[in-house]
């Protein structure tokens, strides 16, 4: 009985019995994973597969040797199905960042941990490589042509054939074996993560460590990063992926130069490629192993996939067509929200910065509250937002907010006006004062239900800095 066994190894490394042991969760793997209490806590692994547990013990050991934040393995038991390993605590980077993917606002701290982490990756794709025996990798030593035609292959069989999409096989293989030529023009003696993505990183004191890493193999460096930037839910406005996109090329020119063009246009490839691999991996656990988890999780690979497909692939036409003929399927669709306007206002402290705009569009209006004159120069209303009435009966009867919000009305009227005219789907309008507390979201509320009232739209609502939300749906 594994956790017996993981009991039993326990005792032999620690010289005392487990207290208690408890089944973690996981997601896609055969991996088992239990925390082992006592004298010291420990994690517990179980893997079928032998040679995967042989490739992850010596990697971490590869790693740990070069400085980076890896889980020490303790013990392993004689027949090599079984490991101890330190243990990183519960908070994965993907949990540490959940109101900036659900809000599209994603704090300083999540951005900071973001940037943090990608800043790693070239350390361990370069560092990591350094004396690193590629022959333990499995099932894999390098990302080569092989394995590409079996991610390609796998997005097909357990992805598009899922579908009930007709396509040409034969032509579909020859784009396959295109893409496969593109990618490998960029091979490399790097370290190859394959799964660099939120959910394989823990955030332990404050600082990412990376778990999960014992499918990497030698390949190309643009793999992990289309992995952690396009990783389907995790939903990074684009201004966002942008910055953590600089912040991992100025840390990879510790170790090559790098011509910008060629990586952005070579990285294009890789993410189209990524988020095939992901669909197909998907539809395997979706579709055949009937994981609901994954099923969840392919709205957000196909809006990434429309996204992508934005920008035309000439290198694969035939591949092109089919994927855009992919992303039209009614199952998918039903999926695309209307093209009805969407306002988002956001109330926010200016010490704290802008809100980023998750739409894509770059923002829109900001206003700034911090003339108007300020409750929160007085003591009583410290504890009051601009949603109390002592706030609101502050403001109103001093006057100036109600003169600021007329003038506020008339600019975002005529733009609300125009935006349903033409058929835009987003706005965003930001009020920021000093704290955040009073001025910005009395303005944010009362222009919400301005909006809201007059022109029947959809408002989301965010008051940063209280950590409020609320969305006044669209009137019919």
């Avoid at 894999?140 to 992805?159: M, T």
């Avoid at 429309?306 to 920008?311: M, P, S």
Wanted: glycine share 6%; proline share 4%.
């Amino acid at each position: 009985m594994v956790t017996e066994n993981l009991k039993n190894l326990y005792n032999q490394y620690t010289g005392y019995n487990a207290e208690g042991i408890t089944e973690l969760p996981s997601s896609g793997s055969n991996r088992r994973y239990f925390r082992l209490n006592g004298k010291k806590v420990l994690i517990g692994v179980s893997g079928t597969s032998k040679e995967e547990n042989e490739a992850f013990i010596y990697m971490s050991e590869h790693f740990r040797q070069k400085g980076l934040p890896v889980p020490e393995v303790y013990s392993v038991s004689d027949d090599r199905s079984m490991y101890l390993q330190e243990d990183l605590g519960d908070t994965l980077l993907f949990d540490a960042i959940e109101k900036g993917r659900s809000t599209g606002l994603f704090s300083q701290e999540e951005r900071e941990l973001l940037h943090q982490t990608i800043a790693l990756l070239p350390d361990i794709q370069f560092a990591g490589a350094d004396g690193f025996d590629f022959n333990i990798c499995y099932p894999q030593p390098e990302f080569n042509q092989r394995s590409i035609l079996w991610d390609l292959n796998y997005f097909k069989y357990c992805f598009l054939k899922a579908t009930g999409l007709d396509f040409q096989e034969n032509i579909l293989e020859d784009d396959f074996q295109k893409m496969s030529d593109v990618l490998l023009r960029s091979s490399s003696a790097t370290f190859m993560y394959r799964d660099f993505q939120s959910r394989n990183v823990m955030i332990k004191d404050g600082q990412p460590w990376f778990i999960d890493f014992q499918g990497g193999r030698k390949g190309p460096v643009y793999y992990d990063v289309a992995s952690f930037l396009w990783q389907a839910k995790a939903k990074y406005p684009d201004t966002l992926r942008q910055e953590l996109l600089q912040t991992y090329i100025c840390n990879l020119r510790k170790y090559m130069p790098v011509d910008e063009s060629y990586f952005m246009s070579q990285l294009r490839h890789f993410v189209l490629f990524r988020t095939l691999q992901v669909l197909g991996a998907y539809g395997f656990r979706g579709y055949f192993e009937k994981k609901p988890h994954f099923m969840q999780s392919v709205p957000f690979a196909i809006d990434n996939l429309r996204q992508l497909l934005q920008e035309d692939y000439p290198e694969y036409p035939y591949l092109y067509k089919i994927l855009k003929e992919l992303t039209t399927l009614k199952q998918f669709t039903n999926e695309i929200p209307k093209r009805t306007l969407e306002v988002r206002i956001i109330s926010f402290a200016y010490k704290k910065g802008i809100p980023n705009d998750p739409s894509g569009n770059g923002g829109g209006f900001v206003f700034d509250c911090r003339a108007i004159n300020n409750p929160g120069k007085y003591e009583r209303y410290n504890h009051f937002t601009g949603l109390d009435e002592p706030v609101i009966q502050f403001l109103e009867n001093d006057g100036e907010i109600t003169q600021f919000l007329e003038h506020v009305y008339q600019i975002v009227d005529k733009s609300v006006k125009r935006y349903i005219d033409r058929g835009f789907t987003n706005l965003m309008v930001c009020f920021g004062c000093t704290g955040g507390q009073h001025r910005s979201v009395y303005s944010a509320q009362h222009l919400a239900e301005h909006l809201n009232q007059k022109y029947g739209v959809k408002v989301i609502l965010t008051h940063r800095e209280q950590n409020i939300e609320q969305t006044l749906n669209a009137k019919l």
